[in-house]
C-alpha cells in the first residue's frame, strides 16, 4: 500500500515538465544518495504539519498573522548556532512586536532548516572568459568559481538534510526549552530600544511594556510565555530531494513532505502544469507559492484549482512579490480573482523580490524605504478589494549586515561595502528587521481599528 501510494505519487510528478533543476554528471549517484535519503528519518510530524494547517486557517480570516523570515539562501558554513540563534532571536522578537500590534497570534516560520537551494535566472555564469555553471545554493554545489567547486554534487542533498535536521533540533531546543520566553523576547526588544535613534516607537515599545506588566500581575501561567512554536519553510526547489523526504503518515495514509512544515513554489517554478506544482499538489502540508507581477488572475485560479481543488482553509498561501512601484496597479486584480474562486486563502507580502536594484558599484540591495512601501501598497490593495492582508514574508539575518540602503540606523550605499555577506540576496540586519516589525505593526493597528495600542499619530512618515 505503502509503496503503491509513493510509486504513484513520483510517477505523477515525473510525468510533467521540470524546471531550474540541476545538471549532475551522474544520474546514478543522485538515485544512491536519494535511495539513502529515503532510509532518513523525517525530519518533521504530520501532527505538527497539521497544527500549522490549523494556524493558517485562522490566517486566512484575519485571525492569526504570518511572520516568515530568514536568509534567501541558508548556507552550511553559516549554519552555526550563533548565526541560527541570532535569526531565530530577531523572528521571535519582530513576531512580539507584530502580535501587539495586530492583536493576533504570529504564526512564526523560518526561512530556516532547508533553505539551501536557488532558482537562478541563468544556468551558468562568465568570469573573465570561463563560463560555470551559476551557483544553486550549497544544497547543489558550491559557491567558488571553481570547476570542481561549481559542478553539482548529489552527496550534497545528504548533507542539505543533516544541516537541516541540526538546525531544527536547535530551532526546537530554544522555543520548547525556555529560551524563546516571551519575557526574554521582550527584555532583548527593550536593548533595541535603547537606542535612542528609535525613540519614535516609545509609545508602542512602553504599551507592550505595560501589557507584559499586566500579564504578570494578572498571573498568566508561566508555561504560556516559556515555550512558542516555530515552524520550518524554504523552497521546495529541488524535486529529487522532496520526493525523497515524502512519506506516508502512518495513521491517515496521507502522504507528507517531511522535509519542512511549509513548502512554497517560487515564482519561477510556479507553472500550473509542471512538475514542482505537480508534486506539492499531493502532499498534505501547507503550500506557498510566489507571484510576480507578470501573474494574471487565470494564474490565480488555476493555481487554487490545481492545489487547492477541495477548498481548504489555510491549504493555500499566495506570496506576492510584485514590486512597490508596481502593487498598487497589480495585486488587486488577483486578489478579486482569489476572492472570486471562493476559496479561503492566505495572502502574504514578500517586499523583498520585486525591489532588488544594482548600485553603481555593483551591490545588489534593497531600499528599506522600498520595502516598506510595498508592504503599504499591500494593506492598501487589501483594503481596497475586501480581502485579509494575512502576514509578511522577508528575507533578514540576525546581524549587523550592510546589505540595504536605509532605515533610521541609515546605511547608505557607500556603507554597502562594510559587512556584505549574502551570497545571493541582500537581507535586512537585525536592526532594519525589528523596525520593519514596528512599521508593520503600525499599519495592522491601523488595518484593525478595534486596536489602537500606540498613539497613530507619532508615524507621519507612514502617510495615515
Ligand atoms: C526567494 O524567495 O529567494 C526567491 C527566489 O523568490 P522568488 O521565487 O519570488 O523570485
Ligand atoms: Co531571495
Known amino acids: ?21 540541476p545538471r549532475y554528471p551522474d544520474p546514478d549517484q543522485v538515485s544512491a544518495v536519494c535511495a539513502a535519503l529515503k532510509q532518513r528519518p523525517p525530519l518533521v510530524f504530520a501532527g505538527e504539519v497539521n497544527e500549522l494547517q490549523h494556524l493558517m486557517a485562522q490566517a ?55 533553505q539551501y537551494a536557488k532558482p537562478r535566472s541563468a544556468d551558468t555564469e562568465t568570469r573573465d572568459g570561463v563560463t560555470l555553471e551559476s551557483y ?17 554534487d548529489p552527496h550534497r542533498l545528504m548533507s542539505c538534510y543533516q544541516y537541516s535536521a541540526a538546525t531544527l533540533n536547535l530551532i526546537r531546543a530554544f522555543t520548547q526549552g525556555g529560551y524563546a520566553d516571551m519575557r526574554r523576547v521582550h527584555e532583548w526588544n527593550k536593548g533595541f530600544m535603547r537606542n535612542r535613534a528609535y525613540a519614535k516607537f516609545d509609545d508602542l515599545a512602553t504599551a507592550i511594556d505595560a501589557a507584559m506588566q499586566f500579564m504578570k500581575a494578572t498571573g498568566v501561567p ?22 525523497a523526504l515524502t512519506r506516508v503518515d502512518s495513521i491517515s495514509g496521507d502522504l507528507y513532505d517531511t522535509s519542512a512544515h511549509f513548502l512554497w513554489i517560487g515564482e519561477r517554478t510556479r507553472q500550473v502544469n509542471g512538475a514542482h506544482v505537480a508534486l506539492l499538489s499531493q502532499v498534505k502540508n501547507p503550500l506557498g507559492v510566489k507571484l510576480g507581477p507578470n501573474s494574471t488572475p487565470d494564474d490565480v485560479k488555476g493555481l487554487v ?16 512579490r510584485m514590486g512597490a512601484s508596481n502593487i498598487r496597479e497589480k495585486l488587486p486584480p488577483l486578489l478579486q480573482a482569489g476572492k472570486d474562486t471562493g476559496t479561503p486563502l492566505v495572502w502574504m507580502c514578500d517586499p523583498m523580490h520585486g525591489n532588488t536594484v544594482k548600485t553603481g558599484s555593483g551591490y545588489k540591495t534593497r531600499h528599506f524605504e522600498t520595502i516598506l512601501d510595498e508592504v503599504r501598497g499591500f494593506f492598501a490593495a487589501h483594503e481596497a478589494i475586501g480581502t485579509v492582508p494575512g502576514g509578511i514574508h522577508v528575507e533578514l539575518t540576525g546581524e549587523d549586515v550592510t546589505e540595504i540602503v536605509g532605515g533610521t540606523e541609515t546605511i547608505d550605499e557607500s556603507a554597502l561595502a562594510n559587512r556584505y555577506e549574502t551570497l545571493v540576496d ?12 514596528f512599521l508593520v505593526a503600525q499599519m495592522l493597528a491601523q488595518a484593525k481599528p478595534g486596536i489602537q495600542p500606540a498613539d497613530l499619530e507619532n508615524f507621519p512618515a507612514l502617510g495615515f
Open 1 to 21: 500500500m505503502v509503496l503503491n501510494a509513493l510509486r504513484d505519487f513520483e510517477t505523477v510528478w515525473r510525468g510533467a515538465p521540470a524546471l531550474q533543476q
Open 60 to 114: 486566512c480570516v484575519g485571525e492569526a498573522f504570518v511572520l516568515t523570515g530568514g536568509d534567501c539562501a541558508e548556507t552550511f558554513a553559516e549554519s552555526t548556532a550563533d548565526h541560527l540563534k541570532l535569526k531565530i532571536q530577531t523572528i521571535l522578537q519582530m513576531a512580539v512586536v507584530l502580535a501587539y500590534g495586530g492583536g493576533l497570534p504570529v504564526i512564526k516560520m523560518g526561512r530556516m532548516a532547508g
Open 136 to 152: 544553486r545554493g550549497d544544497a547543489v554545489n558550491g559557491h567558488e568559481f571553481t570547476a570542481e567547486s561549481r559542478t553539482p
Open 222 to 243: 508561566s508555561d504560556a510565555l516559556r515555550t512558542t512554536e516555530f515552524y520550518s519553510s524554504h523552497e521546495a526547489l529541488l524535486l529529487e530531494y522532496e520526493n
Open 305 to 320: 484549482e490545481r492545489l487547492n481543488p477541495e477548498g481548504v482553509a489555510g491549504r493555500l498561501t499566495f506570496i506576492t
Open 426 to 437: 541582500p537581507r535586512l540586519n537585525h536592526q532594519q528587521a525589528l523596525e520593519l516589525a
